[in-house]
């Protein structure tokens, strides 16, 4: 890769975002999530300016004095398969030389269908895009459990994210990589990530956290049922997404297993995103960034290029 810079799932809605983002530089490009079927988004507004805190993101007019933070809350749309699959070949063939495609795939629970179809959907996704020309699968696991009784997510359910994984990575020939986080504790990250390395190439963490979003009268921000915790993504989210991140690579060096750790999460200087590379992480992803500073990558590329002289 020409650099270990790139843009996170989401910004990226189809292959002339893809290719604009390619010519400003950012090298690992990741397609936004798809599914299996089309997939309406939420209503709008689904991306508000917020001042996070440790229980509740409060909605703010304008990007906070210590960077932008922001509520998301889309639904993880999808547009249908006939489309994504040949927009992906696009993408794919608009990208440059020394450049990465990423598509992050998400299995859709059907009513009445068990966790074996919901691994067969997730199969059925990657092999969708890697038939498209995917360099690489992120398995989206920052999902809801559908089975389970107590909230939590999929890679909360580590047998469940076992199962994909497994058969996702023996029905592609590319590095699949799961998208995990943020853990409830060192241990907790530390047994997922063993769990599940034989199946993964490397590791995507982490994206946001969820907090309740009100507005400055305390009513809820996003209307509809579901949308009470949103997920908070960007600048406020850097010290949780960095010490997880840190511990992953922690447990790397312990030699626990030995996957890539691409970092994700409030990387929204290019100091940040320096300090994790220096640390061991093997790609940094920008989300937020890439919306909102969308020369970030100029200015890393410039950085790294000064250092070098
Ligand atoms: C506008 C927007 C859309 C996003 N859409 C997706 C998505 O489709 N799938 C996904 O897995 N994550 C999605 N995310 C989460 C990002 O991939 C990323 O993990 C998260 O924003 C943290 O990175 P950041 O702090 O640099 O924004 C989205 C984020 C933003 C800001």
Redesign the pocket.
């Known amino acids: 890769m020409n650099s270990p810079l790139g843009v996170?799932?989401?910004?990226l809605l189809n292959s002339r975002w893809v290719e604009g983002y390619a010519r400003l530089g950012f090298d690992i490009l990741?397609y936004?999530?798809v599914r299996s079927v089309a997939w309406p988004a939420h209503p709008l507004p689904n991306?508000r300016y917020v001042e996070n805190s440790e229980q509740v993101a409060v909605v703010s007019r304008r990007p906070s004095a210590n960077g932008t933070t922001?509520a998301?809350s889309?639904g993880?749309?999808s547009r249908e398969p006939d489309v994504w699959r040949k927009d992906v070949r696009r993408a794919k063939e608009r990208i440059g030389e020394g450049q990465i495609l990423i598509v992050?795939v998400?299995g859709t629970p059907r009513p009445d269908g068990d966790a074996e179809a919901l691994i067969d959907d997730y199969a059925m996704c990657a092999a969708w895009a890697e038939e498209s020309g995917a360099d690489a699968i992120?398995v989206?696991l920052?999902a809801p459990d559908p089975f389970a009784e107590q909230p939590r997510m999929l890679y909360e359910n580590v047998l469940l994210a076992a199962q994909i994984l497994y058969r996702v990575r023996t029905g592609v020939g590319v590095p699949v990589l799961a998208?995990l986080g943020p853990f409830r504790s060192p241990r907790h990250l530390h047994d997922t990530a063993t769990r599940l390395a034989p199946w993964a190439s490397g590791y995507?963490l982490?994206?946001?956290v969820h907090r309740r979003v009100v507005d400055n009268k305390g009513q809820a921000a996003f209307e509809g049922s579901g949308r009470e915790r949103v997920?908070i993504?960007?600048?406020d989210?850097?010290p949780i997404?960095s010490r997880q991140i840190l511990e992953m690579l922690v447990w790397r060096k312990a030699g626990a297993w030995d996957r890539a750790v691409l970092a994700?999460?409030?990387?929204?200087s290019v100091e940040r995103a320096e300090w994790l590379l220096r640390e061991g992480a093997d790609a940094t992803?920008?989300?937020?960034?890439?919306?909102f500073d969308p020369y970030f990558a100029a200015r890393f590329r410039q950085a790294r290029a000064t250092a070098v002289a």
């Open positions: 996170a799932a989401g910004p990741t936004a999530t991306i922001v998301v889309l993880a749309p992050n998400l992120e989206h920052t998208r995507v982490v994206p946001g997920e993504v960007g600048a989210t850097f997404a994700v999460g409030g990387i929204t992803l920008v989300a937020t960034a890439a919306i």
